[in-house]
């Protein structure tokens, strides 16, 4: 019998990751259905959001952060700004996670995510990520949520062309 009277009190829960903190980690979409096929998350039945989104967990794969996941929905559309939003941050993981620009095919997925989320086609894949600590808001709060936490302020990308690629270079130095 293990005795864990004397084990910590604290676990050690909500300690946040600095703010602009960077970290290669890997990026996993928790499909909303998949047995029905339906990856993206729709948005609430009459709630506010009008846009789908995929639901992402990065576990952190390096340094002294390893193994902390921060969580990310990927915007999908239909409106515009959402779906181009989402579309550069897709972009910016499928340039670090398939090698750009050495691999012609850099820039493809499959139709249904599926290399980002099912485990028999990998279930995942390779990113980098800015850190940042998001306060709640009103809305939050009223519903109890009154902690900050962590979330992605970015998805580095190595293409040079990207907003993000100063950040990368930081991290591949080891800054």
């Not at 576990?59 to 990927?74: A, D, P």
């Not at 340039?95 to 995510?113: K, L, Q, S």
Request: net charge negative; hydrophobic share 35%.
């Amino acid at each position: 019998m293990a005795d864990y009277s004397s084990a910590p009190n604290k676990q050690g829960l909500g300690e946040l990751i600095p703010h602009g903190t960077l970290a290669k980690g890997w990026f996993v979409v928790e499909p909303f259905n998949a047995a029905n096929g339906q990856i993206e998350t729709p948005p609430k039945a009459g709630g506010e959001g009008k846009n789908s989104y995929l639901k992402a967990r990065i576990v952190i794969t390096e340094g002294e952060h390893e193994r902390r996941n921060v969580f990310h929905n990927l915007m999908c559309g239909p409106e515009k700004k959402a779906a181009d939003m989402g579309g550069a941050q897709m972009r910016a993981i499928l340039e670090f996670g398939n090698g750009f620009p050495t691999n012609p095919r850099w820039a493809f997925i499959d139709d249904d995510y599926g290399q980002l989320w099912d485990d028999a086609r990998g279930g995942g894949m390779p990113c980098a990520i800015k850190i940042a600590i998001e306060k709640p808001d009103e809305e939050s709060k009223k519903r109890g949520y009154d902690k900050n936490k962590n979330v992605v302020a970015a998805f580095l990308s190595p293409n040079p062309e990207s907003d993000s690629h100063k950040d990368y270079l930081r991290l591949m130095r080891g800054e």
